[in-house]
T-cell receptor, first 113, second 110 residues
């Protein structure tokens, strides 16, 4: 099993450009999450999904969109990147939310210039 | 507001020392997770607990629900334990599934 796979690992964007981060999991997990990690701050939830076809906003959703068309994939989109979105992004999944362990991808380091 | 407080923020220990990392939280929870973030950035789940104590190898996690406090202990620390340890209590509702501490950075010196 590959677990949780994130692509790409690194990306540099110019302000205003768009991109999509892909998260794929092969563990048949219902719950998937997108977090951002910034220096001195804990992981912050951007969006999450509790099942195929569902998405919901987290703590810091502005500037991001997500889609979960297939159970195994959770996409995070930036339509018009801003320097404030420079961060490390982590995807995670779990079987039944809070009562099962979180499995993380290796992260995507995004720089917006 | 900060629902999760970890202490210490940074910790340096000699190889072999017994280490304790503390986590206090203000929200009602149904479970609490301890995560380890390696120097390369990857995050792995160490423990999930809702009461009492769990042990895995040299790592022990305890939780006191009434006092809203959890501890992570590392016995006979080793340089490979050097990492950031993150406490993540979960209220168990369907909204924000987890709150995350800012982490404790541990360095174990040979």
């Amino acid at each position: 099993n590959a677990g949780v796979t994130q692509t790409p690992k690194f990306r540099v964007l110019k302000t205003g450009q768009s991109m999509t981060l892909l998260c794929a999991q092969d563990m048949n997990h219902e719950y998937m999450y997108w977090y951002r990690q910034d220096p001195g701050m804990g992981l912050r939830l951007i969006h999450y999904s509790v099942g195929e076809g569902t998405t919901a906003k987290g703590e810091v959703p502005d500037g991001y969109n997500v889609s979960r068309l297939k159970k195994q994939n959770f996409l995070l989109g930036l339509e018009s990147a801003a320097p404030s979105q420079t961060s490390v992004y982590f995807c995670a999944s779990s079987y039944v939310g809070h009562s099962s362990p979180l499995h993380f991808g290796n992260g995507t380091r995004l720089t917006v210039t | 507001k900060n629902e999760v407080e970890q202490s210490p923020q940074n910790l340096t220990a000699q190889e072999g020392e017994f280490i304790t990392i503390n986590c206090s939280y203000s929200v009602g929870i149904s479970a609490l997770h301890w995560l380890q973030q390696h120097p390369g950035g990857g995050i792995v789940s160490l423990f999930m607990l809702s009461s009492g104590k769990k042990k895995h190898g040299r790592l022990i996690a305890t939780i006191n629900i009434q006092e809203k406090h959890s501890s992570l202990h590392i016995t006979a620390s080793h340089p490979r334990d050097s990492a950031v340890y993150i406490c993540a209590p979960s209220p168990g509702d369907t909204g924000n599934q987890f709150y995350f501490g800012t982490g404790t950075s541990l360095t174990v010196i040979p």
